[in-house]
T-cell receptor
Framework: SQQGEEDPQALSIQEGENATMNCSYK?????LQWYRQNSGRGLVHLIL?????REKHSGRLRVTLDTSKKSSSLLITASRAADTASYFC??????????????FGKGTKLSVIP | NAGVTQTPKFQVLKTGQSMTLQCAQD?????MSWYRQDPGMGLRLIHY???????DQGEVPNGYNVSRSTTEDFPLRLLSAAPSQTSVYFC??????????????FGPGTRLTVL
């Protein structure tokens, strides 16, 4: 079963606006990652936040993590047409020696209109 | 560095045929994994490996086999292809340090159709 669930499923904004995507998950995690996927391509890693962190920044990206609510958000500021893509959250969990699994949500499809 | 490479890019199989999807990385990463992505879905983990000679099952392992004889290569074998295995397959790798890992580097994917 998929651990993370992104919200909204689709988001359409004007260039220059901010885009916020949310991710909720069900069980304890060690880290949470966000990835971007352009149509028909592989995934590109954006940012990782560990379970003991609350907020992280990378360029125009801001990620928050609330482990008590089992939720995370990804904020893209001053969006550009090139940000048009699908965005996935993925929860990372260690379960014993030599065991690590990354579980993806279904993604948010972001369209930035020039 | 080529990063993570996958071959072939496209493949069409008939039900019951077997084949191997190739994945290779040149970053000396210990952790490698295979995912499948179905339309409108996120990625689901098939199998993963934390080093040569070590493999483990993910969320959807049935119908697939893997082996890891070298650090660089992690092939995925479809034993007897079924239409339900029509999907896009992604391989990924990452460093594995002291039992922990983070950023996954993904290959470009193999688009498989089973008729």
């Amino acid at each position: 079963s998929q651990q993370g669930e992104e919200d909204p499923q689709a988001l359409s904004i004007q260039e220059g606006e901010n885009a916020t995507m949310n991710c909720s998950y069900k069980t304890s995690i060690n880290n949470l990652q966000w990835y971007r996927q352009n149509s028909g391509r592989g995934l590109v890693h954006l940012i990782l936040i560990r379970s003991n962190e609350r907020e992280k920044h990378s360029g125009r990206l801001r990620v928050t993590l609330d482990t008590s609510k089992k939720s995370s958000s990804l904020l893209i500021t001053a969006s550009r047409a090139a940000d048009t893509a699908s965005y996935f959250c993925a929860t990372g969990t260690y379960s014993g020696a030599g065991s690590y699994q990354l579980t993806f949500g279904k993604g948010t499809k972001l369209s930035v209109i020039p | 560095n080529a990063g993570v490479t996958q071959t072939p890019k496209f493949q069409v199989l008939k039900t019951g045929q077997s084949m191997t999807l190739q994945c290779a990385q040149d970053m000396n990463h210990e952790y490698m994994s295979w995912y499948r992505q179905d339309p409108g879905m996120g990625l689901r983990l098939i199998h993963y490996s934390v080093g040569a000679g070590i493999t483990d099952q993910g969320e959807v392992p049935n119908g697939y086999n893997v082996s890891r004889s070298t650090t660089e290569d992690f092939p995925l074998r479809l034993l007897s292809a079924a239409p339900s295995q029509t999907s896009v397959y992604f391989c990924a790798s990452s460093p594995w340090r002291g039992g922990s890992t983070d950023t996954q580097y993904f290959g470009p994917g193999t688009r498989l159709t089973v008729l």
